[in-house]
């Protein structure tokens, strides 16, 4: 699988899941306790670059704990796990690698890519906090 070809398939499958994050961030927009300055949306791609990921939002301010135990129902926007079936929701898995190229770095540009579109249609003109989205560790090419 080429990079562009990872892209597009894995945009095609976080778009299938825009319903669902959608409501998440609608219920996490409605839960943001007052002392809340800012949305974060972080990827966390997986350190082995096999293609597992998450993408997280956590808050901004003081007291972290108790801000973050407000949206704590809200906090997944999308999240790869390993079952008893396999992957959930199934994405692309590389071995080590095997790619050609930085897996990490694809999904967390991709991962932004589609947070900023869910941002866009769910959050901009709701949220009364700005978003920041960004990589774990410094994974991503993108500002």
């Known amino acids: 699988m080429t990079q562009s ?9 976080l778009r299938a899941h ?3 994050a959608r409501a998440t961030l609608t219920a996490l927009i409605a839960a943001l ?3 809340a300055r ?3 949306f972080v990827v966390f791609p997986d350190q082995d670059g096999e293609g597992t ?6 808050l901004e301010g003081p007291d972290l704990f108790v801000l ?5 129902g809200h906090r997944y926007l999308f999240d790869v796990r390993h079952t008893e079936d396999g992957i959930e929701p199934e994405v692309p898995l590389f071995a080590s690698d095997e790619a050609g ?3 990490q770095d694809v999904i967390v540009d991709t991962a932004m890519q589609w947070v900023a579109e869910l941002w866009e249609t769910s959050g901009h003109g709701r949220s009364p906090l700005p978003g920041l989205v960004y990589g774990e560790e410094g994974y991503g090419t993108l500002e």
């Open 53 to 58: 990921f998450s993408v997280v939002a956590s």
């Open 101 to 103: 190229f930085n897996v």
């Open 5 to 13: 070809e990872y892209i597009a398939e894995l945009l095609r499958i």
């Open 18 to 20: 825009d319903a669902a």
């Open 38 to 40: 800012e949305i974060h």
């Open 68 to 72: 973050n135990k407000a949206i704590e």
């Open 33 to 35: 306790p007052p002392k």
